[in-house]
Structure formats: structure tokens, C-alpha cells
């Protein structure tokens, strides 16, 4: 049984750094597993932040956290990370770390594609 649990979050200030953890068990990085960061605001949709194939460790970003965020795993400690450098308002959300078994060699991105979540962890940001 998989399961994920994030930690991390906190509040900070505009311009100040965070850095997300999210331990995953119950599955072998061997299998073709995706693993990504989503969060969502208050009133808005879940949308994807960064994502990274556990094996070749490909990533993907939405583009206004490019250059900020970066996503990262340890095999040996079974977990996945986010840097956010250079918070902005607009970050402050519940993030939420996910992944899948990936049905084809291609980095899934999309929420709706995940079928494992953590709880969440929220981040606040303040200006």
C-alpha cells in the first residue's frame, strides 16, 4: 500500500525560502513510478507545480515557478523534495506531494493522471 506523507510547509515572508519533504512508502522506485507536487489555493483548481520520473529523474515545471523550484529525490531516504526559493503571494497554497505508476515511459503531469496523495502541507506567504 502506498502511502505519502509531506512536511515542510510554514509561513514566510515574499522573497524567503521553504523546503518540502515527502516520505513515500510502499512501492520500489525500480517500478516506473512518477512523482510530482501539486497545491491548491483557496477558490481555485489543483494544479501541478513540479514532477519527476523516479527513474531517469526527468522533471517538469509549470512555468512561473521555473527558476525558483526545484524538484528532487533520494532513493535512499525514500524522498521527494521541493525547493521554493523566492516565494511569491501567489505560491501560498496547501501543496501536496503524489505518484503513479506510470502506464507508458512518459513523465506524467497532469493531477487527474496521480492515484496516490499525501495529506498536504500549507505554505503561506506573506508580503
Known amino acids: 500500500h502506498v502511502q505519502l506523507v509531506e512536511s515542510g510547509g510554514g509561513s514566510v515572508q515574499a522573497g524567503e525560502s521553504l523546503r518540502l519533504s515527502c516520505v513515500v512508502s510502499g512501492y520500489a522506485y525500480s517500478d516506473g513510478y512518477c512523482l510530482g507536487w501539486f497545491r491548491q489555493a483557496p477558490g481555485k483548481e489543483r494544479e501541478g507545480v513540479a514532477q519527476?520520473?523516479?527513474?531517469?529523474?526527468?522533471?517538469y515545471y509549470r512555468d512561473s515557478v521555473k527558476g525558483r523550484f526545484t524538484i528532487s529525490r533520494d532513493h535512499a531516504k525514500n524522498t521527494l523534495y521541493l525547493q521554493m526559493n523566492d516565494l511569491k503571494d501567489e505560491d501560498a497554497a496547501v501543496y501536496y506531494c503524489?505518484?503513479?505508476?506510470?502506464?507508458?515511459?512518459?513523465?506524467?503531469?497532469?493531477?487527474?493522471?496521480?492515484?496516490?496523495w499525501g495529506q498536504g502541507t500549507q505554505v503561506t506567504v506573506s508580503s
Open positions: 503524489a505518484t503513479v505508476r506510470r502506464p507508458e515511459t512518459r513523465l506524467l503531469v497532469l493531477s487527474s493522471e496521480y492515484n496516490y
Open positions: 519527476i520520473d523516479a527513474d531517469d529523474g526527468s522533471t
